[in-house]
């Protein structure tokens, strides 16, 4: 029996291949003057950044260039794009990049609105109220930054790294086009789709699951165990790609509203110590955190396994529960991802200290079983 539900999606979704240039058209509605969000290099190398300024101009937006963005946004970057936005009067606030940039931007249409330091907003609910509208372009297919309330910014000095989550920092509009995407390298493609596969799995099994949810992870499961190997091992491949875009959003839906879990809670911190890819991080904690909560609901995991395309007739339902995390740590061998908290450049020594930052954090997120300090040096100890 389905009890009572919330499900809030209040972004639209344009996605497509080539829709790009519609994106005059969508940011006119908003505004007059955009601030342009953009990470250092990629997008103006690959010409999208000159695209989006034409296809604004030609809507009759003006656009202020800000592309000092760096992987894994730290709060100087923000807190100073904010004070530009409002200096230069934007009244609208465009992202086009990784999930770096659309964090970015988050945090930049908050600052740009209430200002102050974007660390003063960070942790759930701290957001006072709408911020400047956003319209977001992702270049990767992996955070699903355009379709959550969620930014993840770092406070490099303190060697941390946290998250902001809020209504007021949905996009209006998601600009998702394939197109965007085709000249990701191999590895980021991996470790992005590995992230927007483990916001699927991570939702999926939540305390917070609900129907709607379930049906947008299990959809991005099945999608990335299809394609993210073809599109590693191919990035041209069109349509790979496409369906990657499409998981990322949708597993993106899936974590706004259930939440991720412990490979997310241990993961983040865990970014503010080392530096590391986010998406190699909790792809490669997953399969330990899966087999962690596996007795907290089989079912689900036998449903994991099934739609990764694993036999289970027959098995008993550990057993094929436990296919689900066979499968995962099989799909991180085909992307090429590393395995082991070592290769990802972890010190072994660090690990008790990140442990307790994880426990001053937030250790279980939505996750169905709870953590304490033992168990997450346990996770990190089998992850290393
Ligand atoms: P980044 O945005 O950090 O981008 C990684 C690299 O890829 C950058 O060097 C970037 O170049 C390059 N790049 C991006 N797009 C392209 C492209 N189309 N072609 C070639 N190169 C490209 O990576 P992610 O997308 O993985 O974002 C990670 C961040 O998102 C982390 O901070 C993580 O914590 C956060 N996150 C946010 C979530 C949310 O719900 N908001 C959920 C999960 C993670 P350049 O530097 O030149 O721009
Ligand atoms: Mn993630």
């Not at 592309?67 to 894994?72: L, S, T």
């Not at 596969?197 to 499961?221: C, G, K, N, V, W």
């Not at 937030?362 to 169905?368: I, L, M, R, V, Y």
Request: proline letters at 5%.
């Amino acid at each position: 029996m389905v009890g009572e539900l919330d499900f809030l999606m209040p972004t639209k979704l344009v996605f497509g291949e080539g829709r790009l240039k519609e994106v005059g058209e969508k940011v006119k509605g908003y505004g007059k003057k955009a601030l342009l969000v953009t990470g250092r290099k990629a997008m103006k190398e690959l010409g999208f950044t000159h695209q989006v300024i034409e296809y604004l101009k030609a809507e009759g937006v003006e656009a202020v260039l800000y592309d000092k963005v760096e992987p894994n946004p730290s709060k100087q970057t923000v807190n100073t794009g904010g004070k530009l936005a409002k200096g230069k009067d934007c009244d609208v606030i465009v992202a086009l990049g990784g999930g770096s940039a659309l964090d970015a931007a988050k945090g930049i249409a908050v600052v740009a609105k209430y200002g102050g330091d974007v660390w003063d907003y960070m942790g759930e609910g701290n957001v006072p109220g709408p911020v400047l509208p956003l319209v977001g372009i992702p270049s990767t297919a992996g955070t699903g930054s355009e379709t959550t309330p969620y930014a993840v910014i770092t406070f490099k000095e303190k060697k941390m790294k946290y998250f902001m989550a809020s209504p007021y920092i949905f996009f209006k509009v998601a600009i998702v086009d394939p197109l965007v995407m085709m000249s990701v390298p191999r590895y980021i493609t991996a470790y992005t789709g590995m992230d927007a596969f483990t916001h699927a799995a991570e939702a999926y099994t939540s305390r917070m699951a609900q129907p709607i949810s379930d049906r947008l992870a299990l959809q991005a499961i099945e999608l990335a165990t299809g394609s993210l190997p073809q599109v590693v091992m191919n990035g041209d491949n069109l349509e790979a790609r496409t369906n990657m875009a499409l998981a990322s959003s949708l597993a993106g839906m899936a974590i706004a509203q259930a939440g991720c879990g412990n490979a997310h809670c241990l993961g983040e911190p865990l970014g503010g110590f080392f530096k590391t890819d986010h998406g190699a991080v909790v792809g490669l904690l997953l399969p330990h955190v899966m087999e962690y909560n596996i007795l907290t609901n089989p079912d689900k995991f036998v449903n994991i396994a099934k739609v990764m395309g694993e036999k289970v007739d027959g098995l008993s339902l550990r057993s094929a529960a436990m296919k689900a995390v066979e499968a995962v740590r099989n799909l991180l061998v085909d992307i090429g991802l590393p395995q082991r908290l070592r290769d990802l450049g972890v010190q072994k020594e660090a690990i008790p200290e990140m442990a307790e930052e994880v426990m001053r954090r937030n250790p279980n997120g939505e996750s169905a079983r709870t953590v304490g300090l033992e168990d997450v040096k346990y996770l990190f100890e089998r992850a290393f």
